[in-house]
């Protein structure tokens, strides 16, 4: 409670030093800290997109250009109200950002944020060659904006404007970020597999915050525009483009309040430096250009996620976690299929990578309430073989039948959606977030509410009830008294137990586990075979790979054993264990 009323009062400063600021300072810092704003809007969106999203992108101060450039055209050719040209320019950013995004988002890699620069560039270039846009000369006489009966002329009137704007977008990201859809956006910086294993659309999300991020920037773009009354393409620059980067980067590019610390700090210290630098070196020249360089590269040796986090060691933030997730309604179940039927049925399943077979024509079925285990030595082709059964990475041929359905074909967060959960064989959580969100990732299908219910904090209710799943299920599997640390501090076999919470945040009726004892002490696997004999008793089906042949033997119902990529035996744990191929495998003969 102290810690929240402590950030309370923090921001409640922050807006009174705000409000009272154009009236006590002079005309000059009034209008940095109205660019402040501005390009605060810019790093906001750059902290969602490549901060939390993971994608990088250089071509933001485009977007920029095309709020600004739509507005200016209407009002001054068209005579349309500088306040309809917020839609308008809403529009056109959203419309090209879909059209970019569906197109420059397939990259990976490297080739993402040179992709963003090539667009960013073509952009730029395209405002400055069009004569309806003025040309390199730009458009002028772009009419104020006027409030009723206030028209916002002067950068004092314009600066409340600015800051509002800037405030309610900041609230907005948060909202968005603490949420299900946040979540979500969250995921893709942990790789498209995870997230996708666990029925997040990662192509939609990818757009969804790209888009985001560009119509932040064009809300900036239409702010600057009639705050300054005139446009042309030299602010819209890449060179621009990666300034914002930078700011994000500099401020803490995955910590919204980062967005306008970085900023700030840029804008001063970049108008500083051009006082005083050629009073220094005797001579005019960009050199803050080269300052800025020198301490990006120090920021990323010292302090990789910005200052941002070095402050909110001193201001603590609000934990709200623990409150919303206690007296939720529970989230409804899924009907289970009938104890002994036919969960999962895999005919002559091959994966071949060129001319390497992975997994050759391997045939098997499991029940409903039973646990199956698949064993093999190194290199056996088991993980492959559930990589192609979830649609992680589908099989080169053969097929699968989930449930009575033909499912290789599907996407994995379509066979995600029909029941199937899995973990993975190298642990793939997101070590920054806490315990329970990690968890609540795994319940993203068992939610409906959209991104925008989510900025608008319309969808608490549901939050809650997923985030109640998610401790109930860390009640269930042990870790209770964990869930709020973050993820990445757990060991190496609690971790596996988060991922085994996580898969069942999902109410899945088909549990696939890869090497889920991996990293366990001995008591800790006892009570894995605990939980693991109550799920099967629940009805639950269990597609096991492990290599502890003790924990294999002492709770599998039957067993599979394959080596090269085939089957090599299958039946009860005592015919495996008396059969001479597998001892063969396993131990190289029989004396």
């Known amino acids: 409670m102290k810690r929240s009323l402590h950030s309370t009062l923090l921001l409640l400063l922050f807006i009174a030093a705000l409000a009272i600021a154009p009236l006590l300072l002079p005309e000059f810092y009034v209008t940095l800290l109205n660019y402040i704003g501005l390009y605060a809007i810019v790093a906001l969106g750059l902290v969602m997109l490549t901060g939390v999203g993971g994608l990088t992108s250089f071509g933001q101060a485009a977007f920029v ?23 308008a320019g809403l529009l056109v950013t959203a419309v090209v950002a879909l059209s970019l995004g569906l197109v420059t988002l397939r990259l990976s890699g490297h080739f993402l944020p040179l992709g963003t620069i090539a667009w960013g560039m073509s952009l730029y270039y395209l405002f400055g060659n069009l004569d309806a846009l003025g040309g390199h000369t730009g458009i002028s006489g772009i009419p104020p904006l006027r409030l009723l009966d206030l028209e916002l002329k002067s950068g004092r009137e314009f600066f409340y404007l600015i800051w509002t704007v800037l405030l309610v977008l900041v609230l907005a990201t948060r909202n968005l970020l603490d949420s299900r859809e946040g979540r979500a956006i969250r995921a893709l910086k942990g790789g498209s597999v995870m997230a996708e294993a666990m029925g997040v659309n990662t192509p939609r999300s990818k757009i969804v915050v790209f888009t985001v991020a560009a119509l932040y920037a064009s809300v900036s773009g239409w702010l600057y525009a009639h705050l300054q009354r005139f446009v042309n393409p030299t602010p819209f620059s890449l060179t621009q ?63 990789r996620d910005g200052l941002w986090p070095m402050l909110q060691r001193f201001f603590p933030q609000q934990v709200l976690l623990r409150m919303q997730a206690e007296g939720a309604a529970p989230l409804a179940r899924r009907v289970q299929p009938e104890v002994g039927s036919v969960l999962l ?48 990475d589908p099989l080169t041929s053969g097929s699968v039948s989930f449930r009575g359905e033909r499912v290789e074909y599907l996407p994995a967060r379509e066979i995600a959606r029909r029941g199937m959960s899995r973990t993975f064989q190298h642990v793939r959580l997101l070590p920054a977030m806490s315990v329970i969100e990690n ?36 009640e269930r599997c042990g870790l209770a008294e964990q869930m709020y640390e973050a993820a990445g501090s757990l060991p190496l076999g609690k971790q596996r137990i988060v991922e085994i919470a996580r898969a069942l945040a999902a109410d899945p009726c088909l549990l696939l586990l890869d090497e889920p004892a991996a990293g ?47 089957k090599l035996a299958s039946g009860l744990p005592e015919e495996v264990q008396r059969n001479p191929a597998v001892i063969e495998a396993y131990l190289g003969g029989v004396e």
């Open 241 to 303: 483009g990666i300034e914002y980067l930078f700011m994000a980067v500099v401020g803490g590019v995955s910590h919204v309040w980062g967005a306008i610390l970085g900023a700030g700090l840029i804008t001063v210290l970049k108008q500083w430096l051009q006082d005083w630098l050629p009073r220094l070196l005797g001579q005019s020249g960009n050199f803050e250009i080269i300052v800025f360089g020198l301490l990006m590269i120090f920021v990323l040796h010292r302090a």
């Open 65 to 87: 250009g095309l709020g600004a450039y739509t507005s200016a055209y209407l009002t001054t050719v068209h005579g349309v109200s500088p306040w309809l040209t917020l839609p």
């Open 345 to 392: 049925e895999v005919q002559d399943a091959s994966k071949h990578f060129g001319g390497l077979v992975a997994n050759d024509r391997v045939s098997f079925k499991v029940r409903a309430g039973e646990v199956m285990a698949l064993i093999g030595p190194n290199g056996a082709g088991k993980s492959t073989l559930f990589n192609g059964i979830s649609g992680v």
């Open 439 to 474: 968890v609540a990732i795994g319940a993203h299908l068992r939610g409906r509410k959209s991104f925008v219910a989510a900025a608008c904090r319309s969808e608490r209710a549901e939050e809650a009830r997923l985030l109640h799943e998610a401790a109930l299920q860390l």
């Open 520 to 566: 366990l002490r001995y008591l800790e696997k006892q009570s894995l075979a605990g939980l693991l004999r109550r799920l099967r008793a629940e009805g639950i089906g269990i597609l096991l790979v492990e290599h502890d042949m003790d924990f294999v033997m002492g709770l599998a119902d039957r067993v599979l054993v394959m080596e090269f990529g085939q």
